[in-house]
């Protein structure tokens, strides 16, 4: 086997650490015929299996419980209810009895089930699918041995990486995250929602491995270098030594960098970039604020939905929001209204969708159920009584989703009004730049918002439809696009000649030669992962903004990405050296 596997960078870092393996799939179920005389040991075997699923069950649950709150909790009472259904348990039992392993059985009665229900026309029944899927690899998993099918494997105190195809939202909440020191996955891209996950959370990952997940066992010592893109597996010596050499060496950097964070990031031609914090997650917010961020820029609501049957009420809603505006102490802080449809999907309950990014997602969504809609406005009215909330609506392409929005925000505030609760009706409302459409009529929107934000991932998606999410298309997502480059101007334009406020918070401002092109473009503010803040500050400190607008200009005039990306390197490189391209 190749010792390095080399997959895509999602979150920089390096790990060394041994591999936790997570299948979470069906397994194969091998055909085992039972002898007359093994029969009822094997409905005992099925019993005891049942049980320790439903003790599993319960860990989870109580898990799920501790940070979502006992409703989101509650679906795992569904899968430990399914567990003593009487026809299944009758049908399993008669199976085993008519000479059938027992996990050949039970994976016989639960692709029945899964069949069915998924033909269903009641939409609970069809939602219940998923839960049906999980309780079978569960309790297959038990029956059958097998300890990298269950996340709830992963003992908490040990530092693992884990290695798995992908990192659905179901199982990202079973996982014990403080013990995982970092993530790699086959599939995923770089702005795909594990990717962004692990980078709000600090983790070094690699995604779009391919086949990691077929050529690993589990146990194996690896290096994840997460800038590089690379497992390193079984290392030699040599390779440990300097791989500790580099982690030691990073450490001592951000030890460097985190000094930067009382400073502003003012260029060496006087030019100030101010510098904002994504925070997706609201349990991240209080080491965002301490990265040196000035606000925060992007703030990612799906990641309260995100792997939950339901949507989080407005009372928990207000509390998550509070947080992070508290956090960041009357600075500004940016939250965008739930952006679910696309690759970032709750559990069930979704329609299926041929092309989802070009799908029911964000404020389409949003806009078609009002009252849904409506309980997150009221809860950031409220959550703004407490600092400096603006409001983000995500994937515009017309004025009249700005304006239907409006409408919607004076209802909220007036049944709040109402119910003497607390709250603002003057909240600044900003789009989200992502659509080639919003770019092009930035000029009718202006008039509308108070800001723009420039959302690069989307916007090189739609641009060059080039699935952001897609590994075979990986180095065709080209953020240097002249394309690209040329929509963003347009942008800044508009925004200097109607005096709205322009910023970036896609993955373009987060990495050191795409920061610098932004700024050549005329951005001013820059909203990253907490962990590039006191990165990019440092490269703005070791910058001249007028060389970078030379070079951006040449840049708009070629015809392919990598010529323009070539031109803003060697500028870039004239400047700092290849240092300043370090992440
Ligand atoms: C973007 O599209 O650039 C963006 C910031 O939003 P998301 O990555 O959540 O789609
Ligand atoms: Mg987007």
């Not at 509650?74 to 039992?93: R, W």
């Not at 970036?504 to 401002?509: L, P, R």
């Not at 987060?510 to 503010?525: C, N, Q």
């Not at 015809?559 to 300043?580: F, K, M």
């Amino acid at each position: 086997m190749e010792r390095t596997l080399t997959g895509i960078s999602a979150s920089p870092g390096i790990a060394i650490g041994s591999v936790r393996l997570l299948l979470w799939e069906v397994p194969d179920v091998p055909h085992a015929i039972i002898p007359d005389d093994a029969v009822d040991a094997e409905i005992a075997r099925f019993h005891a299996a049942r049980a320790e699923a439903r003790q599993r069950l319960d860990q989870v649950r109580r898990r799920v419980e501790e940070r979502a709150g006992a409703t989101e909790a509650a679906i795992f009472e569904v899968q430990q209810m399914l567990l003593d259904d009487p026809t299944m348990l009758e049908e399993v039992e008669s199976l085993i009895r008519h000479n059938v392993g027992a996990a050949q059985a039970f994976h016989q009665h639960m692709a029945d089930w899964r069949q069915r229900y998924s033909r269903a026309t009641d939409s609970y029944l069809r939602e219940r699918v998923g839960d049906i899927l999980d309780l079978e690899i569960r309790m297959l998993s038990v029956l059958l041995g097998l300890q990298d099918h269950d996340p709830l494997d992963i003992p908490s105190g040990q530092r693992v990486i884990l290695v798995s195809h992908d990192l659905t939202p179901s199982l990202t909440v079973q996982l014990e995250r403080s013990s995982i020191t970092a993530i790699a996955t086959d599939v995923g891209t770089r702005t795909s929602h594990v990717a962004i996950l692990a980078r709000s959370l600090g983790i070094p990952a690699v995604v779009g491995l391919r086949d990691a997940t077929e050529r690993l066992r589990g146990g194996e010592l690896v290096i994840l270098d997460g800038s590089a893109g690379t497992l390193n597996v079984n290392p030699t010596d040599e390779e440990l030594a300097l791989y500790r050499d580099r982690e030691r060496l990073e450490a001592e950097r951000a030890v460097d960098l985190a000094q930067l964070a009382t400073a502003d990031a003012v260029s060496t031609d006087g030019v100030e970039v101010v510098l904002l914090a994504n925070v997706d997650v609201p349990e991240e917010a209080e080491r965002a604020a301490r990265s040196g961020a000035r606000g925060v820029g992007l703030m990612r609501t799906e990641f309260l939905v995100l792997g939950r049957a339901q949507m989080p009420d407005e009372e928990e809603q207000y509390r998550a929001y509070r947080r992070v505006v508290e956090a960041f102490a009357g600075q500004p802080v940016m939250i965008r209204t739930f952006d679910i449809g696309g690759d970032k999907l709750p559990v069930g309950g979704f329609p299926q969708e041929a092309n989802p990014f070009l799908g029911w997602r964000a404020i389409r969504m949003c806009l078609d159920q009002p009252e849904l809609f409506k309980v997150q406005l009221r809860a950031l009215i409220r959550a703004a009584v407490h600092g400096n909330v603006k409001i983000l609506l995500p994937l515009i392409v017309s004025p009249s989703e700005v304006s239907d929005t409006v409408a919607l925000l004076s209802e909220s505030a007036a049944e709040l009004e109402a119910i003497g609760v607390p709250h603002r009706d003057d909240v600044p409302l900003g789009v989200m730049v992502e659509t080639p459409a919003a770019a092009v009529i930035a000029d009718r929107l202006a008039p509308l918002v108070s800001f723009f934000s420039v959302g690069t991932n989307d916007l090189v998606q739609y641009t060059l439809a080039v699935d952001r999410g897609n590994v075979n298309l990986a180095s065709r997502f080209t953020p240097m696009h002249p394309s690209v480059l040329r929509l963003i101007r347009r942008v800044v334009e508009v925004g200097i000649s109607h005096g709205v406020e322009v910023a970036v918070c896609g993955e373009m401002a987060s990495h050191p030669l795409t920061a610098y092109t932004l700024v050549g473009l005329g951005i001013r503010e820059l909203s990253v992962a907490p962990r590039s803040v006191p990165v990019i500050k440092s490269l703005i400190l070791g910058i001249c903004v007028s060389r970078a607008e030379a070079a951006v200009r040449q840049a708009l005039e070629v015809d392919t990405a990598a010529e323009a990306e070539e031109i803003l390197r060697a500028s870039l490189i004239a400047e700092v050296g290849d240092a300043g391209l370090l992440e």
